[in-house]
């Protein structure tokens, strides 16, 4: 079962910050990673597939890259609407691991 | 638009099987995986398995023998049961689906269903 293990588990940021979340895999995964965007009482929402492409619609100062074991979410100039909890999710060989998470929060 | 609801008994029994759908609108369930996705309150995201249109599952291993994931075709819906429940049980159940026919991340999901475990 491929683990993934995401780093900070929370992250104190400023508006214009630029942030930037890792994600480990315990095991090569190509580029089989997403990532999601969630909001209190919300679902989650997809922001970035197979490592780096942007999904539809989200903003360009979204940007992902890896491949293998090693993946990062970067945030260009931080805004208000991106304070939220950020999940990575492997999905190679057929199963769906998600990453413990991590909470970005206003500095 | 693809539309996902869940829908269900919010408030189960230990021991009990939790039993919850997932309704389909806007699309057909044909040719895609639907996953279960759950959140214990205040925690992080579980994916609890697939199943695909072609009948095919996958279950997390932790989950495996206790969950089942079935179609209904002409009522559009995906199910979900989980046997012998306990309070650890308690979450946010989501059904998700890929943006795509492939295995890809969820660029569809419901709105949840929060079902809690007590007696």
């Known amino acids: 079962d491929i683990q993934m293990t995401q780093s900070p588990s929370t992250l104190s940021a400023s508006v214009g910050d630029r942030v930037t979340i890792t994600c480990r895999a315990s095991?090569?995964?190509?580029?089989?990673l997403a990532w999601y965007q969630q909001k209190p009482g919300r679902a989650p929402k997809l922001l970035v597939y197979k490592a780096s492409d942007l999904e539809s619609g989200v903003p360009s100062r979204f940007s992902g890259s890896g491949s293998g074991t090693e993946f990062t979410l970067t945030i260009n100039s931080l805004q208000p609407d991106d304070f939220a909890t950020y999940y990575c999710?492997?999905?190679?060989?057929?199963?769906?691991?998600f990453g413990q998470g991590t909470k970005v929060e206003i500095k | 638009q693809v539309q996902l609801q869940e829908s269900g008994p919010r408030l189960v029994k230990p021991s009990e099987t939790l039993s919850l759908s997932c309704t389909v609108s806007g699309g057909s369930i044909s040719g895609y995986f639907w996953s279960w996705i759950r959140q214990p309150p205040g925690k992080g995201l579980e994916w609890i398995g697939y199943i695909h249109s072609d009948g095919s599952t996958k279950y997390s291993p932790s989950l495996r023998s206790r969950v089942t994931i079935s179609l209904d075709t002409s009522k559009n819906q995906v199910s979900l049961t989980l046997s012998s429940v306990t309070a650890a049980d308690t979450a946010l159940y989501y059904c998700?689906?890929?943006?795509?026919?492939?295995?890809?991340?969820?660029?569809?999901w419901g709105q949840g269903a929060l079902v809690t475990v007590s007696s």
């Open positions: 095991q090569s995964i190509s580029s089989w």
């Open positions: 998700a689906r890929p943006n795509t026919s492939g295995w890809s991340g969820f660029g569809y």
């Open positions: 999710q492997q999905y190679n060989v057929y199963s769906g691991t």
